[in-house]
Structure formats: structure tokens, C-alpha cells
């Protein structure tokens, strides 16, 4: 039954881009490769393409001042081979954007959406 979910919250979010209601979104990870024949390392960002919505999200002071703006990627789990994790980069628009926390809803286990919160 979760894979069913899975596959409406992907089809969803893939519905919302062409309305202009949705983003494609790139997830990127550094991943670095190291040569034992050579001793050397070389860095190479591994990439996958998904559907996502954005909201803008302010977090505030007690007395009401703005603290910082984050902005939350709610991205389908369907559209990434691997999870989303801190540290991993969001390309949105030509800008990225450093990814702070992931939740993932999984009912039974299975990854139905990531929500990415990352800092403006």
C-alpha cells in the first residue's frame, strides 16, 4: 500500500511543475573517489533531478524580529535513488543551497516525501 502512496505523491508532484505550482530541483553529493594505483583522490558530485514545491519559512525572535529564513523543499521520495542527508546541496533555479535537516515521510518503511529544510 505504501508504494501506491509513493507513486501518487510522486505523480502529484509532478503535476504541480508544468501549472507553475512546483520546482525541479537537483540533489547533489559530493562524493569523493580515491585511486589506491595512484594515491590520489578526486571529488565528483554524483547528481538526480526531482519534483519538489518550496515554502519560505521564517524563524523569529521572542520579540518578533526576523532570525533567519529557511526555505523547505517537500521533494517525493520516488523521483531519488538515495535519501537526501545534512550537508548534501539543493540546486534550485541556478542556486544552491546547503541542506541543514531532512524528515522523511515512511509509513510501513517506504519513503513517501522528504521534507529538506535548507538556509536561505
Known amino acids: 500500500m505504501s508504494r501506491l502512496y509513493q507513486a501518487k505523491a510522486k505523480a502529484k ?3 504541480l511543475v508544468p501549472r507553475g505550482l512546483g520546482v525541479q530541483i537537483t540533489h547533489i553529493r559530493k562524493a569523493v573517489i580515491f585511486d589506491p594505483a595512484t594515491q590520489t583522490a578526486t571529488t565528483t558530485d554524483l547528481s538526480q533531478k526531482a519534483s519538489a514545491s518550496i515554502k ?3 524563524v523569529r525572535n ?3 524580529t526576523i ?3 529557511q526555505r523547505v523543499f517537500l521533494c517525493d ?3 531519488l535513488k538515495t535519501a537526501p542527508v545534512a550537508g548534501d546541496i539543493i540546486r534550485h533555479a541556478g542556486t544552491d543551497y546547503t ?3 531532512v524528515e522523511t515521510l515512511a509509513p510501513g518503511g517506504v519513503p ?3 521534507r529538506i529544510f535548507v538556509n536561505s
Open 112 to 114: 513517501i516525501l522528504h
Open 13 to 15: 508532484l509532478d503535476g
Open 56 to 58: 519560505t519559512h521564517e
Open 67 to 69: 532570525r533567519s529564513v
Open 77 to 79: 521520495a520516488a523521483g
Open 62 to 64: 521572542d520579540d518578533g
Open 99 to 101: 541542506i541543514t535537516a
